[in-house]
């Protein structure tokens, strides 16, 4: 256990469905991430929160739609995705400051969207 | 666009034997980091390396930095079945909140 966890750990979802995917972390940190993982992909950064602020949008959809009520917290609200949106979708943590820090990562969702 | 980039993709070694997998980036960073992905799980961290470090240890990991060659390998000793995984390599460009780019992996697998 990382101190990350992560529900729903499957979804199947169809394109016009609305879902949320939750994180919750028990580490004390204070930036949390989401990560899209394809099959024969790297890992992909899809927005970062620092201090429950949003730092980072890499130019993801609309149909994504991250929420951090706190710093324990980080949602990911989806709606009308596509097939090429299934994938592993990944949470993770980490301490902020000026120093290097690791992330912590939460076991995933394994999203099929149909 | 794609930071790190493992070599090789896959390597396939006896139990025992060593595991050798090197990273390159193209942009000058902060920190460099590697981390373990079992199948559809989660990564797990494993050694950071700073970027005025060259060589780090952890138990059976050694991870070496060549800032002016922009590598970094990790090393794997007398490999066991259980460090059959896919392992990455992840660049640290940022301040405060880390935005880490992940290379495409190395997929290790160890034979018994």
């Known amino acids: 256990e990382t101190g990350v966890t992560q529900t729903p750990r499957h979804l199947v979802m169809g394109m016009t469905n609305k879902k949320s995917l939750k994180c919750e972390q028990h580490?004390?940190?204070?930036?949390m991430y989401w990560y899209k993982q394809s099959a024969k992909k790297p890992l992909e950064l899809m927005f970062v929160?620092?201090?429950?602020?949003?730092?980072e949008n890499n130019s993801v959809p609309s149909r994504f739609s991250p929420e951090c009520p706190n710093s324990s917290h980080l949602f990911l609200h989806l709606h009308t995705l596509q097939p090429e949106d299934s994938a592993l979708y990944l949470c993770?943590?980490?301490?902020?400051?000026?120093?290097?820090?690791?992330?912590?990562f939460g076991p995933g969702t394994r999203l099929t969207v149909t | 666009s794609q930071q790190g980039e493992e070599d090789p993709q896959a390597l396939s070694i006896q139990e025992g034997e060593n595991a050798t997998m090197n990273c390159s980036y193209k942009?000058?960073?902060?920190?460099l980091q590697w981390y373990r992905q079992n199948s559809g799980r989660g990564l797990v961290h494993l050694i950071l390396?700073?970027?005025?470090?060259r060589e780090k240890h952890s138990g059976r990991l050694r991870v070496t930095l060549d800032t002016s060659k922009k590598s970094s390998s990790l090393l794997i000793t007398a490999s066991r079945a259980a460090d059959t995984a896919s392992y990455f390599c992840?660049?640290?460009?940022?301040?405060?909140?880390?935005?880490?780019?992940f290379g495409q992996g190395t997929r290790l697998t160890i034979n018994p």
């Open positions: 993770a943590s980490s301490r902020l400051g000026t120093g290097a820090y690791e992330q912590y």
């Open positions: 580490l004390g940190h204070n930036a």
């Open positions: 929160y620092s201090l429950e602020e949003r730092v």
């Open positions: 942009t000058s960073i902060n920190n």
């Open positions: 390396i700073r970027s005025n470090e």
């Open positions: 992840a660049t640290d460009t940022s301040q405060g909140a880390q935005k880490l780019v």
